[in-house]
C-alpha cells in the first residue's frame, strides 16, 4: 500500500555533512506528520526530529542548531539535512510518516522505512 524509501546515509568524518531523504509511494490521501528516529547498537530508537503538515518542526536537543528537517510536500518527501556531525550520530535512522490511505481516509496510520546506517568516523 505505502512504501517508504530512504537514501543518503553513509560514512563522513567528524564534522563533516550528510543529507537523508524519504520519499513515501503508494496509496496516499494525505501524510500528517513526517520525521526522523535513529536507534544506535544497543540503545532504544529515539526521536531526531520531526514536522507536521504545516511546516513546524520540532529537534532533540541533541541536534538542535546542527540537523534541519524539512518536506516537500509536492513530493510526499522528507529531508534530514546533517551538519557538523559527531560520532554519536551514528546510528541506523529511520524515517516515519503518518499518513491517510485514499481507501480510508479517517484513520491515519503510521509507516516506517527500512532503515539506512550512517556511521561518523575519522
Known amino acids: 500500500q505505502v512504501q517508504l524509501a530512504e537514501s543518503g546515509g553513509g560514512l563522513v568524518q567528524p564534522g563533516g555533512s550528510l543529507r537523508l531523504s524519504c520519499a513515501a509511494s503508494?496509496?496516499?490521501?494525505?501524510?500528517?506528520?513526517m520525521g526522523w528516529y535513529r536507534q544506535a547498537p544497543g540503545k532504544q530508537r529515539e526521536l531526531v526530529a520531526s514536522?507536521?503538515?504545516?511546516?513546524?518542526?520540532n529537534y532533540a536537543d541533541f541536534v538542535k542548531g546542527r540537523f534541519t528537517i524539512s518536506r516537500d510536500n509536492a513530493k510526499n518527501t522528507v529531508y534530514l539535512q546533517m551538519n557538523s556531525l559527531k560520532p554519536e550520530d551514528t546510528a541506523v535512522y529511520y524515517c516515519n510518516a503518518n499518513i491517510r490511505l485514499l481507501r480510508e481516509r479517517v484513520i491515519v496510520y503510521s509507516y516506517w522505512g527500512q532503515g539506512t546506517q550512517v556511521t561518523i568516523s575519522s
Open positions: 503508494g496509496s496516499i490521501f494525505s501524510i500528517n506528520g
Open positions: 514536522i507536521n503538515s504545516a511546516g513546524t518542526t
